[in-house]
């Protein structure tokens, strides 16, 4: 069975310091990951998505891909307490291209 | 252009009775997908539908679960007979293509079953 693993948390971390997000998937077949923050008692919302090995940067985020180790991680810079939130991590697979297989995400809690 | 509008926002159903929830995708979007999110869970797939067309439902429950999008009017998430064990968030999704690359969420449904 496909999984995509994250630490559940919460994750804290003080203002102003970078916050790194872990994923983990299984599938080696796995071509587009993607990275969705979710506010409590509100839908998701894509932040970033990333298909090659390497770093892909948008503003104060940053995603990694290893494909190798398959791990996908997201590094938020200059932490604002408007990150707080849920981050969830989907996965789209070669064999089902349509069907992103999420992880259950990370609760980020950034601190004053 | 508005985003992907589902109603209602949150829907009271008591056990056996049946739940419709509703989604419009964007304009322009002809790919819907629902996902079913239980608390401090991650989504779960659940159907993926293009107009007129069930494209994949092997997320979804094989009994009183069904979902229809038809070439007018938004899509349908239908569960008969609820139970407890259906309270959750429904989220819909939209994109213009069948790829998940660009896809849109509307906020959900929360349905309670009382």
């Known amino acids: 069975q496909k999984e995509v693993e994250q630490n559940s948390g919460p994750l804290s971390v003080p203002e102003g310091a970078i916050a790194s997000l872990n994923c983990t998937y299984s599938?080696?077949?796995?071509?587009?990951f993607f990275w969705y923050r979710q506010y409590s008692g509100k839908s998701p919302e894509l932040i970033m998505f990333?298909?090659s090995n390497g770093d892909k940067e948008d503003g104060r985020f940053t995603a990694q891909l290893n494909k190798a180790s398959q791990y996908v991680s997201l590094l938020i810079r200059d932490s604002q307490p408007s990150d707080s939130a849920t981050y969830l991590c989907?996965?789209?697979?070669?064999?089902?291209?349509?069907?992103?297989?999420w992880g259950a995400g990370t609760k980020l809690i950034i601190k004053p | 252009n508005a985003g992907v509008m589902q109603n209602p926002r949150h829907l009271v159903r008591r056990r056996g009775q049946e739940a419709r929830l509703r989604c419009s995708p964007m304009?322009?979007?002809?790919?819907v997908y629902w996902y079913r999110q239980l608390p401090e869970e991650g989504l779960k797939f659940m159907v993926y539908?293009?107009?007129?067309?069930?494209?994949?439902e092997s997320g979804m429950p094989k009994e009183r679960f069904s979902a229809e999008f038809p070439k007018e009017g938004p899509s349908i998430l239908r569960i008969q007979q609820v139970v407890r064990g259906d309270s959750a968030a429904y989220f819909c999704?939209?994109?213009?293509?069948?790829?998940?690359?660009?896809?849109?969420f509307g906020q959900g449904t929360r349905l309670t079953v009382v």
């Open positions: 599938d080696r077949g796995s071509q587009s």
């Open positions: 999704a939209s994109s213009p293509t069948g790829l998940d690359t660009e896809a849109f």
């Open positions: 539908l293009q107009k007129e067309n069930i494209i994949d």
């Open positions: 304009k322009g979007h002809s790919h």
């Open positions: 989907a996965v789209n697979t070669l064999d089902s291209n349509y069907q992103l297989i």
């Open positions: 990333i298909y």
